[in-house]
């Protein structure tokens, strides 16, 4: 069982890798011109091209690594990740997803009057899995047990990351 959920963690890091990409671009020098929000009044100025493009482009580069590693990684055990171009392809839909309902968050949070920057509790942790789950639904349907599992690492990893982050000095907050 241990390891079945290993590689689900693994067959989902493309997500979890695009969720944190936008952070990291932030601190790019060449891509400080691409700095331009999607749509500002509907998702805030914090969410912009940049961003998204290079958190989709660095999930689909995770997803091609992956391919060299599926059978360390158990991604076999899907049937998943059998081409390169399908590795890739995994790791470009779930970047998408997971940038994708970020940004749906983002959207429920202006419309909620909450500030760009300010939390919104739980939804902030697993907006991004959300997203992934949902996109990725028709080519893995996962367990409940396997959303379960998913729907408390997120969070999880999430938290570790932007507390790293925000050590750092690329994040403004912890959370």
């Known amino acids: ?75 076999v055990s899907f049937g998943l990740h059998t081409s390169l171009f399908q590795s890739i392809g995994t790791g470009l839909l779930l970047g998408f997803g997971a940038l994708s309902g970020d940004i749906l968050k983002s959207f429920v949070k202006r419309r909620m009057g909450i500030p760009p920057g300010n939390a919104l509790p739980v939804l902030d942790g697993i907006d991004y899995i959300i997203g992934a789950l949902v996109v990725f639904l028709p080519f893995y349907v996962p367990t409940w047990w396997e959303i379960l599992f998913l729907l408390i690492a997120a969070p999880v990893l999430s938290l570790l990351s932007n507390t790293t982050a925000h050590i750092l000095g690329w994040k403004k907050v912890w959370y």
């Open 1 to 75: 069982m241990f390891w079945h959920f290993f590689a689900l963690l693994a067959l989902y890091l493309p997500a979890f890798i695009a969720n944190g990409a936008p952070v990291v671009a932030s601190k790019a020098p060449g891509l400080r011109k691409w700095n331009v929000p999607i749509a500002a009044e509907w998702f805030g100025n914090n969410k912009t091209w940049r961003g998204y493009i290079c958190g989709i482009f660095v999930a689909g580069i995770t997803g091609a690594v992956e391919h060299f590693f599926r059978h360390t990684l158990l991604l």
